[in-house]
């Protein structure tokens, strides 16, 4: 039996980062930023942990799905920010929510990590091992942001969304998934985290600080995405025998207006069936996608028959897809 999503919920932190305030951080311009990207502004948790937008997402979704926290039996929550290697962000969302009949996994397939966990969810419940999965994606990028390097600091906001995901019995649901990655490219997209120490003993071990912001070679990026993305779009439809004419709306991992505009032209799509928020949420990793369907069902744009078309794609490098019937 395929799996359904019940419900969905996000966080976004107040403070809002607007491209005004990044020309008096670096040498950029609200033109430039605008031009290439089609950010306006994006969102910074000042005081908050990833933790705590992942629970604040998370109760949101529960809520909309009409599920307790002990009906849930598993949390997957992906993440290329943690706010700890361990306990993990799941751990610590299990522990405030009182999901105490819940396993709990934090995993990162960056900006993939939505759509991945999709299908991951689908998985197990398709197999019979769990009945209630509470899936989020919760990102602090700012933490690993050089706001010196105007390539990436004009991207990247933070924020969380999330999603209940359940038996279905009625055939709608998740009809396909797809999820794969190029890990010869994955240096296009870097952050470090543990160090390599030649000598762990001696008196000038490095230190995680000078290695944790995110670099990005923007063109390799890009390329990579420009077949990427309609890889993982064919795959989905393919496996379900539909067409992108068929697709009601498109979420894609809101990257940049350039790789929108270039899914709608191959194929032949109104842009206003591709749901935009990057303008004011700019690039939230994994957590893009799911803020763009809580979004979407809060403004009234999602509706019972519905064909969704997911995709991700980002750091690993990786990609995939689903497709979700409302």
Not at 94 to 113: E, H, M, P, W
Not at 127 to 149: F, M, N, W
Not at 273 to 297: H, Q
Request: proline fraction near 3%; aromatic fraction near 8%.
């Amino acid at each position: 039996m395929q799996s359904k999503m019940l419900g969905v919920g996000s966080y976004v932190p107040e403070y809002r980062l607007t491209n005004a305030e990044l020309e008096r951080l670096v040498e950029t311009s609200d033109e430039w930023i605008v031009q290439r990207t089609g950010i306006h502004e994006r969102r910074i948790a000042k005081g908050k942990r990833t933790a705590d937008m992942a629970l604040a997402a998370a109760q949101q979704a529960l809520a909309d799905a009409g599920v307790a926290p002990e009906e849930i039996d598993l949390i997957l929550v992906s993440t290329v920010t943690p706010d700890s290697l361990t306990p993990t962000v799941a751990c610590r969302v299990q522990a405030a929510l009182g999901a105490k009949n819940a396993a709990a996994l934090d995993f990162n397939a960056a900006c993939s990590g939505f759509v991945y966990a999709v299908e991951m969810a689908d998985s197990y419940i398709r197999s019979g091992k769990k009945k209630r999965v509470l899936v989020i994606s919760a990102e602090r990028l700012h933490s690993v942001i050089d706001y010196t390097d105007r390539t990436t600091c004009v991207l990247f906001g933070d924020g969380a969304g999330a999603a209940v995901f359940a038996p279905s019995g009625d055939g709608s649901g998740v009809l396909s998934t797809y999820s794969m990655a190029d890990g010869t490219m994955g240096d296009a997209l870097y952050i470090g985290a543990l160090p390599v120490e030649d000598d762990p003993f001696g008196a000038s071990r490095p230190t995680v600080t000078d290695t944790r912001y995110l670099t990005m070679a923007g063109n390799d990026v890009f390329r990579f995405t420009a077949t990427a993305v309609p890889a993982a779009i064919d795959k989905a439809l393919e496996q379900v025998g539909k067409t992108a004419d068929e697709v009601d709306w498109f979420v894609l991992h809101q990257a940049n207006q350039r790789i929108i505009k270039m899914v709608a032209k191959k194929y032949g799509l109104d842009e206003r069936k591709i749901y935009i928020n990057m303008d004011r949420f700019g690039n939230t990793s994994s957590a893009s996608v799911p803020l763009c369907l809580a979004e979407m069902k809060q403004k009234g744009l999602l509706h019972e028959g519905q064909l969704i078309l997911l995709a991700g794609f980002g750091g690993g490098l990786t990609y995939g897809s689903a497709l979700i019937r409302l």
